[in-house]
């Protein structure tokens, strides 16, 4: 189960009363506004009009002026922040002040499934350019519609599909799983990383169109032809 | 229908690759078009767009002076102000050269190119290299943004991030001048093309200007190339991106090496094998 304290960066996820929009709660507030405005272009075509937003915070202090700017990026997105999720009192009463509701949690709720099985998230579907300098890390297979230029780093629990050019940095498998991919129509990274493998792009590439899987066989990080790996697989 | 201003940003992250260059030549461009153009110098400390300009003796107050806490230091905005004698719809707004980028705040930044889109058509804000505070005063009060980059992979790195983070502070759309274009190197495979930049920064172009020797030279006489009455191909790239900033759809120059004469038609027969 996802909880403030389990996420290393901004997530947004749909429920059925609306969003949930997860705070990490040791980011800089800057580097917070910067992640939200990033997950909200990625995914904006994603999500209707109108949307309620309910922000979870866990641990994490927010004051009123925070709350407020957090409040006018999602307006600005026509989304509405209603609610503030907190265990802290003072973000509690700056949320109210603010006019949200608040659901306050005296502990935070736990996990159902117990620390040390990864929690397996849904799959981070980002629509944009992953641009040198952004890292983007989820506990789940990342999707990329658009390229991932040099200097851009993807780190999923899961797979990674690039529908574009691969041209940073992949490490899938993050927390130990052999068995993820990447993926990429035109595979010209800098640095492919599986579980604990790591590898460069090799020298000879195919001609660029043609889709490639990278995938871990005997100990090595091997690249195959999208076409011809389905086949052996 | 407002009729105030808009303030453009001029940046890069790389340093070096003619962003000062290119906000004096375009400034003195658009005021040739009759559009009245401040210059303003956000470099705080490294300040250069009053040396490429020739302005450096008349520098008397900078932008600091006019947000001195001290009201006996403080002068007024239009004091600050230098207009180019050279073309009177041009003014520069100086940077301090003795302070450093910590100086200003982006809030104050803000409010002053606020009050100049008042009078004037165009605030070029020319940024200084880097992506730390002299960067984000910079981009503080601006609403659009031209990435200037050389087509060497350090400079095109260096701009995809900065095009990142101002995506991310919404200032979107950021139009790229590919700056510093050798024709011939691109045709030997040496130097990457436009569509190589294109291809990873994916933003629309505003324009393409190629080496030139000129600039040197004026740099150092402090006249924007611009204003020369034979423009080579640099000055007339300039002039051609100050029409598309006003709207104006102008064909892009074909920069191609020109082959004249026997040798060259000899030589172009070889080089396509």
């Given at each position: 189960m996802l909880t403030a304290s389990s996420v290393h960066q901004v997530i947004f996820k749909g429920s059925p009363e609306g969003l949930r929009l997860y705070l990490p709660e040791d980011t800089a507030f800057d580097e917070v506004l910067l992640q939200l405005q990033q997950r909200i272009d990625a995914g904006e075509r994603l999500w209707s009009g109108g949307g309620k937003v309910s922000l979870e915070c866990g641990q994490r202090l927010l004051d009123g002026a925070q709350i407020q700017s957090i409040q006018e990026l999602l307006q600005s997105h026509?989304?509405?922040?209603?609610q503030v999720s907190t265990t802290r009192h003072q973000t509690a009463v700056a949320a109210a002040v603010a006019g949200l509701s608040v659901d306050r949690d005296l502990q935070e709720r736990q996990p159902?499934?117990?620390?040390?099985t990864p929690v397996v998230e849904e799959p981070l579907y980002l629509q944009q350019t992953i641009r040198s300098g952004v890292q983007i890390v989820h506990n789940g297979t990342i999707v990329v519609l658009g390229d991932v230029n040099p200097g851009g780093e993807l780190l999923a629990q899961g797979d990674i599909l690039v529908?574009?050019?691969?041209?940073g940095t992949a490490h899938a498998g993050?927390?130990?799983?052999?068995?993820a991919l990447i993926m990429a129509l035109n595979l010209a990274p800098m640095q492919l990383r599986i579980a604990k493998f790591v590898a460069r792009a090799p020298?000879?590439?195919?001609?660029?169109?043609q889709a490639e899987v990278a995938y871990i066989s005997d100990g090595n990080i091997r690249i195959a032809l999208l076409s011809e790996f389905g086949r052996r697989r | 229908m407002s009729t105030s201003g808009k303030v453009i940003v001029i940046t890069s992250?790389?340093?070096?690759?003619g962003k000062t260059t290119t906000s004096a030549n375009l400034g003195m461009a658009l005021a040739s078009m009759g559009k009245k153009v401040v210059l303003v110098d956000?470099?705080?400390?490294?300040?250069n767009l009053d040396l490429l300009l020739g302005l450096e003796n008349r520098v008397?107050?900078?932008?600091l002076d006019t947000l001195s806490e001290n009201e006996n230091d403080r002068c007024r905005l239009d004091q600050a102000l230098i207009k180019d004698k050279r073309q009177p719809n041009l003014a520069l707004l100086p940077a301090a050269?003795?302070?450093?980028?910590?100086?200003?705040?982006p809030e104050q930044m803000k409010k002053v190119t606020a009050e100049l889109t008042e009078s004037y058509d165009y605030v070029l804000v020319d940024c200084p290299a880097g992506i730390e505070q002299g960067f984000k005063n910079a981009i503080a009060g601006a609403s659009e943004a031209i990435v200037v980059t050389t087509p060497e992979v350090s400079a095109v790195r260096d701009a995809d991030r900065v095009i990142g983070l101002m995506e991310a502070s919404g200032l979107k759309h950021p139009r790229l001048i590919l700056n510093r274009l050798r024709p011939q190197m691109v045709e030997e495979n040496n130097m990457m093309s436009v569509e190589d930049v294109l291809d990873i920064l994916a933003i629309k172009l505003l324009g393409v200007v190629p080496e030139d020797e000129q600039v040197i030279i004026t740099t150092n006489r402090g006249?924007?190339?611009?204003?020369?009455?034979?423009?080579?191909q640099a000055a007339q790239a300039f002039l051609n991106i100050a029409r598309r900033i006003e709207g104006e759809e102008v064909p892009f120059l074909s920069l191609q090496v020109p082959d004249s004469g026997f040798m060259g038609r000899l030589k172009a027969l070889f080089r396509r094998r």
């Open positions: 026509q989304l509405r922040l209603t159902v499934t117990s620390p040390d529908w574009g050019s691969l041209r993050t927390k130990g799983n052999e068995n020298e000879d590439s195919p001609a660029p169109g | 992250g790389k340093g070096g690759v956000a470099d705080f400390g490294l300040r008397v107050y900078t932008i050269q003795t302070r450093d980028k910590s100086a200003i705040t006249e924007p190339m611009v204003l020369s009455a034979t423009p080579t």
